[in-house]
Structures are given as structure tokens and as C-alpha cells.
């Protein structure tokens, strides 16, 4: 049997020797102290809540959303799901903000899988219309997948590298106990 103990936030029972690598906290407590896990869940609040959605957003707040959202796709379903979903809406200041951020690699299969779904063409904002011009043939879907397994290999750098520019931004109030 594993021995179990309360979160000291809620009290629900919580694995002893996960919890010791939380500061005590089950997995949901431990989630909502994190200050970025916050952050993105409130900007995520303001672009599907507030009238006016993405636009509310400041400049920093739009690239941190941006970048997260498209790291989160990929990680859940690849390049394909990337374009198909509202994050490929935001194709070009993502492009722009890993110029910045995440070295070449990122940014080269970023391009790569835009010149395999959309050749001739800038990426159309609107959801909609991308999905008409992206039928997911086979030869589509391999080779993106073949992308989508490069991306997985690669380091994230990209995390590190929002979670710094969210401290310099301001964006996360909170000191940060990396302990
Ligand atoms: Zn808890």
C-alpha cells in the first residue's frame, strides 16, 4: 500500500511521496500556486470572455498567448491540429515571436509544416477558411506527423524562454521559489 497523506490545502488525499515533490500540495493545488499556469488561465479568460477577446490583450500578453497556445497544440496533436484550431489565427505573430525566442529550430518547423499545408499562400486568419484549404490527405497528414516527431525530440526551449519573458514583462507578480 502507498502511504497517503492530506494536501495541507484542501485535504484531499495525496500520494506521501508525490506530494513531498510538491511542497505538500496535490496535483490541482500544486497547479493553481504556479504563477504561469495562472497567468495563461486568466489570459485565456479575457480572449474567450471579454468582448473584444484577443485585442484586450496588451503586446506582451498577446505573444505570451500566443506562444503558449501554439506549444500547447502541438504537443496535444501536432502541426495539423495547430492550423485546424484558432491557434493558426495567430500564424504570423507567432512566426515573428520565435524569431525572438526559441533559436532556429522551433521556427524551422514552424515554416516547414506552413510550406507543406498552405504552399502558395499567406495563412488565413480565419479559422474557417484555413480548414477548407487543409483536406487531411494522407501524404498531408505523414509528412506533418513526421514534423510533430522532430518537434517532440527536440528540447523544449520554448517554455524557459516565456516563463523569462513573462518575469521581465511583469506579466507574474509573484517571486518565484524554484525550491
Ligand atoms: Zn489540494
Not at 484577443?54 to 491540429?81: C, M, P, V, W
Not at 489565427?89 to 498552405?118: C, H, P
Amino acid at each position: 500500500m502507498e502511504e497517503k497523506g492530506p494536501c495541507v490545502e484542501c485535504g484531499k488525499p495525496v500520494s506521501a511521496s508525490l506530494a513531498s515533490k510538491r511542497k505538500g500540495l496535490c496535483l490541482r493545488c500544486s497547479s493553481k500556486s504556479n504563477p504561469f499556469f495562472v497567468l495563461y488561465n486568466s489570459l485565456i479568460d479575457r480572449v474567450c470572455h471579454l468582448p473584444g477577446g484577443f485585442d484586450t490583450l496588451s503586446d506582451a500578453e498577446k505573444l505570451y498567448y500566443a506562444l503558449t497556445l501554439f506549444r500547447n497544440e502541438i504537443n496535444n496533436g501536432g502541426f495539423h491540429q495547430f492550423f485546424f484550431n484558432s491557434s493558426g489565427s495567430y500564424y504570423d505573430l507567432i512566426e515573428n515571436g520565435l524569431v525572438n525566442f526559441d533559436g532556429r529550430q522551433t521556427l524551422e518547423l514552424l515554416r516547414q509544416a506552413k510550406q507543406i499545408v498552405f504552399p502558395e499562400i499567406a495563412i488565413p486568419p480565419d479559422t474557417k477558411t484555413r480548414r477548407h484549404l487543409m483536406p487531411p490527405t494522407p501524404d498531408l497528414m505523414n509528412t506533418l506527423d513526421e514534423l510533430d516527431q522532430q518537434f517532440y525530440r527536440s528540447p523544449d526551449l520554448l517554455s524557459a524562454k516565456l516563463e523569462a519573458f513573462a518575469r521581465e514583462q511583469g506579466l507574474v507578480s509573484s517571486p518565484i521559489d524554484d525550491n
